[in-house]
T-cell receptor
């Protein structure tokens, strides 16, 4: 059982380049979300999705786009990378339950923008 | 979502119980308290959650005060592998209304020493 898989694990971009961070889950979870974590900080929510075709913004959405065409995949696109987007990015998924919304996280993508 | 307050750091001797406090005085009646931990910049890992009753699982125990304004995560026999940042997250709605979103604070850095 793979859980939540993020690719790539590491990436270096030049300012202005675009790229897509991939996230896939094999648990048939309805909910998926993207977070970024800056050094010494907690995670901050970028975008989230409650199902295929439905996405919404989180706390820090500027500079990022998402789409959810399937239940399994939730890619995060950086449109024009900036040094301020240097961070560790985590994808998470969870299922809807009356009593438990435990989230499962991927291992992260470490992005450096130079 | 309820605001949570945790100590910045704590130490614990290996084999002893680690008691991590969390204040969530603004939590409302139907909101749960979740605990996650993050080991060495890996993706966060779910530990335990509760509403009003004390809870125990294979990883930890959660003690919630009767007024629900605070809680304590207990690792009964801490090991070196329990060294991590521990996050107390309050305010997740029951019934999936949080849509999988998590609001992370700074957390408590727990260091377990030999």
């Amino acid at each position: 059982n793979a859980g939540v898989t993020q690719t790539p694990k590491f990436q270096v971009l030049k300012t202005g380049q675009s790229m897509t961070l991939q996230c896939a889950q094999d648990m048939n979870h309805e909910y998926m979300s993207w977070y970024r974590q800056d050094p010494g900080m907690g995670l901050r929510l970028i975008h989230y999705s409650v199902g295929a075709g439905i996405t919404d913004q989180g706390e820090v959405p500027n500079g990022y786009n998402v789409s959810r065409s399937t239940t399994e995949d939730f890619p995060l696109r950086l449109l024009s990378a900036a040094p301020s987007q240097t961070s560790v990015y985590f994808c998470a998924s969870s299922y809807s339950s009356l009593t438990n919304t435990e989230a499962f996280f991927g291992q992260g993508t470490r992005l450096t923008v130079v | 979502d309820a605001k949570t307050t945790q100590p910045t750091s704590m130490d614990c001797a290996e084999g002893r119980a680690a008691n991590l406090p969390c204040n969530h005085s603004t939590i409302s009646g139907n909101e749960y308290v979740y605990w996650y931990r993050q080991i060495h910049s890996q993706g966060p890992q779910y530990i335990i959650h509760g509403l009003k009753n004390n809870e125990t699982n294979e990883m930890a125990s959660l003690i919630i005060t009767e007024d629900r304004k605070s809680s304590t995560l207990i690792l009964p026999h801490a090991t070196l592998r329990d060294t991590a940042v521990y996050y107390c997250i309050g305010g997740l709605g029951a019934g999936g209304t949080s849509y999988g979103k998590l609001t992370f604070g700074q957390g408590t850095i727990l260091t377990v020493h030999p």
